[in-house]
């Protein structure tokens, strides 16, 4: 004779329609359970909750890591990289690059160069936009090999580096050092 306690008989009728709705209903349930604590906690809960969701979404954490690169990136840097390069960032979006060229390139373009930039950063890539200088001509023969606009992904920027990869693959990083100035006026 079956034990009626090891026996699995299938639900019929009322019992069967009823497992489906709970199959149903209890997902809906649980992924509506965060609306219903929210909708009954304070105002001060709800912030510190959904700051803590913000921390997740990338638009936000991106915006606010912009600007964070834009106030740091003020100021003047250095590096030597085919010759001494100097940079003055401007908070306006315009930047002066003054470069004395090195021995190895200097029968092309001459002992030094300057550059007069529009940068601006956006999702972490920085741009900048060769917009005049001097000597023209040579200027022009850069920007006409080279182009004028740079795009590049900010790999470090802190309040003493600034990182940069080069665009050819296997070149070495431009490395910039901030150079400690009293005033940085704009132009």
């Known amino acids: 004779m079956n034990d009626p306690a090891k026996t699995y008989t299938e639900p019929t009728g009322e019992a069967k329609s009823s497992r489906k709705k709970m199959k149903v ?52 840097w250095e590096m030597d990289r085919d010759g001494k390069r100097s940079l003055t960032v401007h908070s306006d979006g315009t930047a002066d690059m003054d470069i004395e060229v090195s021995s190895s390139w200097s029968f092309l373009f001459g002992k030094k160069l300057k550059f007069r930039i529009e940068w601006s950063i956006e999702n972490g890539i920085l741009t900048m936009i060769t917009t005049g200088g001097e000597p023209k001509g040579k200027v022009d023969l850069i920007t006409s090999m080279y182009g004028a606009e740079r795009k590049q992904p900010i790999k470090l920027l802190d309040e003493t580096t600034l990182q940069l990869p080069d665009e050819e693959p296997g070149e070495e990083d431009h490395i910039w050092t901030r150079v400690e100035t009293a005033v940085n006026p704009a132009p």
Not at 25 to 37: A, D, E, G, K, T
Not at 60 to 69: G, L, M, P, R
Request: aromatic letters at 6%; a negative charge.
């Open 25 to 76: 209903f209890l997902p809906l349930l649980i992924l509506s359970l965060p609306i219903l604590i929210l909708w009954g906690t304070s105002d001060e809960e709800v912030t510190v909750q959904t700051t803590a969701a913000e921390e997740i979404v990338e638009p936000a954490v991106q915006e606010s890591t912009d600007e964070k690169y834009r106030k740091l990136i003020v100021g003047d």
